[in-house]
C-alpha cells in the first residue's frame, strides 16, 4: 500500500528541508563569489565608487557566510528556509543601494537584481509563494532605491519601465517555481511509488520463496508417502508372520523355561514392532489424501509427539528428551504438519548441542491447556541463539549452518504451519544456556 497523500508531503517536506540546505550552502558560497567578484563590474561603470561599493560587498559577503555557518546548528537546520530568504535580500539590498547611491533608475545595476530573481527561480528549491514574495521585495527595494535617490526620478518612463520589467521577471520567476515545484513534487511521489513496488516485489519474491520450500517439502514428503505407503504393504506381511512366529515360540515350554530365551523373543517382538511404528509414523507424517482437510482433524498431541520423537531418532541420538504432558493432549489440525514442526525443532536443537558440545544434551517437552488451547514448549539446553540473530531465525533462507547443511526455510514453515492453526510460533533464549520455542495448538471440540 502507496503512502497517504498526508505522509507523503510530510515526507516530501522533510527531503525538501535536506535538499534545500544543501542547495543554500552551494547558492550562498556561490552569491559571495560574485558578490566579491563584482568589484570588476565597479571598476568599469562606476570607478570612482570602487571603494566604497568594495566595503559594501566584503560586508554583505560577510553576513552571507554568518548565514551560512548557522546551517551547522540545530536552529539553523530547522530554519533554513526563512534564513535562505533573508540572505537572499542581502545581495538585492546591496544592488539596490548601489543603484541609489549612483544614478537612480539611469543606473545598469537594475539587470542584476532580475538576473538574481531568476536565478532563485530556476536554481534554488523554493516555493511559489516564497519565489513571488522574494521578486515583490526586490520591486520594493529598487522603486525605493529610485525615489529617494537624491536627484529623485528624471526619467519617469525609464523608471516605469524597468520597474514593470522588474515585476515581470518577479511573476514569471514564481510560475516557472511553480510548475518546478509540482514536478518536483511528482518526481517525488513516483520515487515512493516505486519503493512500495520494490518492497512488494521484494516481499512477493519472499512468498514465492517461501511457497517454493513448501513445495519442494510437500513434494518430497508425497514422495516418502508413496514409499512408506508401499513399504507399509509390503513390510506388515512379513513382519505379522514373524510377529505370530515369536507368539508361538514364547508359549513353546522350552521358551517359557529358558529366560534367556524368553528375552531374546521378548527383545524381537519389541523389533518388529518398532519397524510396524516406524513405517505407520512415516505414512502419517508424510501421506496424506487428496482432499483431505488439513486443519481440521483431530488427533492426539501426544502421539504427535511420539511420531517425531522416532522419526527424529537418528539426530537425537545421545540427547535425553522428556516430556510433561496433561492427560487430555486431543487437538485439532493437521497432525502430519505438527510433527514435522517438532521435526524440525527437535532436529535443529540436536544439531546445535551436538556442535557446541554440550554436557548432557537434552529436550523438555511440555504443554499445558489455556483458554482452550493447547500450548507447548520445547526447550533445550545448548548454545543458544544471539540476541541478533533470535529476531531473524524465522527469516526465510536464513540459517547460521554451514553451506550445504540447510536452506533456511525449515523454521520459516513451521511459523507458517502453526499460524495455519492460528497460533503464533516464537523463540525465547538465554545466550550459552537454553534456548526454547513455543507455540499453540486449538482444542478438538
Known sequence: MTTSLAGLQSNYREELRDYRLLCSKAGGLTVIVLVLMGVALDYVVYPAEQARFAIVRLLTSAIIGLALLSFYTETGKR??????????????????????????????????????????????????????AFGLATVGFYYIACV?????IQNSSKFLFQLILIFFCALASSIYTYFNEKGRFQLFRLKDEVAHKNDQLARTNESLAQIKGQL????????????????????????????????????????????????????????????????????????????????????????????????????????????????????????????????????????????????????????????????????????????????????????????GQGLGLGLSISYAVVERHGGTLFAESQLGEWTAFNFDLPRAE
Open 216 to 403: 519442494l517439502q510437500q513434494e518430497k514428503m508425497a514422495a516418502i508417502g508413496t514409499l512408506s505407503a508401499g513399504l507399509l504393504h509390503e513390510v506388515n506381511n512379513p513382519v505379522n508372520f514373524c510377529l505370530m512366529a515369536i507368539e508361538i515360540a514364547m508359549e513353546e515350554p522350552q521358551a517359557k523355561d529358558s529366560p534367556s530365551l524368553m528375552e531374546c523373543l521378548m527383545d524381537v517382538k519389541q523389533g518388529m514392532q518398532r519397524i510396524q511404528h516406524i513405517v505407520s509414523d512415516l505414512k502419517t507424517f508424510a501421506y496424506r489424501k487428496p482432499g483431505a482437510a488439513a486443519d481440521d482433524v483431530p488427533f492426539l498431541f501426544e502421539k504427535a509427539l511420539d511420531s517425531s520423537i522416532r522419526l527424529s531418532a537418528h539426530e537425537l541420538r545421545g540427547v535425553s528428551v522428556t516430556r510433561e504432558l496433561p492427560g487430555d493432549t486431543l487437538v485439532l489440525g493437521d497432525e502430519a504438519a505438527i510433527i514435522g514442526v517438532l521435526i524440525n525443532l527437535f532436529s535443529n536443537a540436536a544439531l546445535a548441542m551436538h556442535k557446541a558440545g554440550t554436557v548432557s544434551p537434552r529436550v523438555h517437552v511440555t504443554a499445558q491447556w489455556h483458554d482452550d488451547r493447547l500450548h507447548v514448549n520445547v526447550r533445550d539446553n545448548g548454545p543458544g541463539i544471539a540476541a541478533e540473530n533470535l529476531a531473524r531465525v524465522f527469516e526465510p533462507f536464513f540459517t547460521t549452518r554451514e553451506v
Open 79 to 132: 530554519h533554513v528556509q526563512v534564513i535562505t530568504f533573508v540572505w537572499l535580500l542581502l545581495p538585492q539590498a546591496m544592488i539596490s543601494w548601489m543603484i541609489y547611491a549612483t544614478q537612480g533608475e539611469q543606473s545598469l545595476f537594475y539587470a542584476g537584481l532580475m538576473l538574481t530573481i531568476f536565478a532563485v527561480g530556476i536554481l534554488f528549491p523554493a516555493g511559489y509563494w516564497q519565489t513571488l
Open 148 to 152: 529617494v535617490h537624491p536627484g529623485g
